[in-house]
T-cell receptor, first 115, second 111 residues
Framework: DTEVTQTPKHLVMGMTNKKSLKCEQH?????MYWYKQKAKKPPELMFV???????INESVPSRFSPECPNSSLLNLHLHALQPEDSALYLC??????????????FGDGTRLSIL | DQQVKQNSPSLSVQEGRISILNCDYT??????FLWYKKYPAEGPTFLIS?????DKNEDGRFTVFLNKSAKHLSLHIVPSQPGDSAVYFC??????????FGKGNQVVVIP
């Protein structure tokens, strides 16, 4: 069982909808991540939060809006998405160690389909 | 430009034998390397990692070897079990919380 929980597991939305993906961890990790994974491709980093502050945005379009309300929760707000945004969205968390070298632990993802 | 490369996209191995997965990287700043296993419909599961100050790390049936001069690492699974059938991703970090992933290797363990 994964210790990073993502909801919902599946989401179908139209291009004009607004929805949110949620991620929760209770491992005391202070770094949290959003990744996007297309079929038969490796995960691609989108955002990194460190101590609830956004530290990395990999030039993600503004139709994706991350939020970290507290150290256990990470949200990804979606608005006006395009069909090419259909993918598996993965959340991960890690401890913050010296030099940042700590393994990231992943949730099972939200499978997003844009109609 | 792909910084982490996994060739030989698929591997079939008999149960009980050794599985060897290879990974090459191009970025000299990478100092931490990880292997993840992924089953269908699940997220990647962390398996084992190695810091650049080491050349070997072992955890049960899993051993990772690092050759810094060749910018190459490998994962050995011995003995292979049917439950090891999955996609394996190699990943690397330069210490700034960014992970670069390879494209993955499909491993099939034949009972």
């Amino acid at each position: 069982d994964t210790e990073v929980t993502q909801t919902p597991k599946h989401l179908v939305m139209g291009m004009t909808n607004k929805k949110s993906l949620k991620c929760e961890q209770h491992m005391g990790h202070r770094a949290m991540y959003w990744y996007k994974q297309k079929a038969k491709k490796p995960p691609e980093l989108m955002f990194v939060y460190s101590y609830e502050k956004l530290s990395i945005n990999e030039s993600v379009p503004s139709r994706f809006s991350p939020e970290c309300p507290n150290s256990s929760l990470l949200n990804l707000h979606l608005h006006a998405l395009q069909p090419e945004d259909s993918a598996l969205y993965l959340c991960a968390s890690s401890q913050i160690g010296v030099g940042g070298n700590q393994p990231q632990h992943f949730g099972d993802g939200t499978r997003l389909s844009i109609l | 430009d792909q910084q982490v490369k996994q060739n030989s996209p698929s591997l079939s191995v008999q149960e009980g034998r050794i599985s060897i997965l290879n990974c090459d990287y191009t970025n000299s700043m990478f100092d931490y390397f990880l292997w993840y296993k992924k089953y269908p419909a699940e997220g990647p599961t962390f398996l084992i990692s190695i810091s650049s100050i080491k050349d070997k790390n072992e955890d049960g049936r899993f051993t990772v070897f690092l050759n810094k001069s060749a910018k190459h690492l490998s994962l050995h699974i011995v003995p292979s079990q049917p439950g090891d059938s999955a996609v394996y991703f190699c990943a690397a970090s330069d210490g700034n919380n960014r992970l670069a992933f390879g494209k993955g290797n499909q491993v099939v363990v034949i009972p």
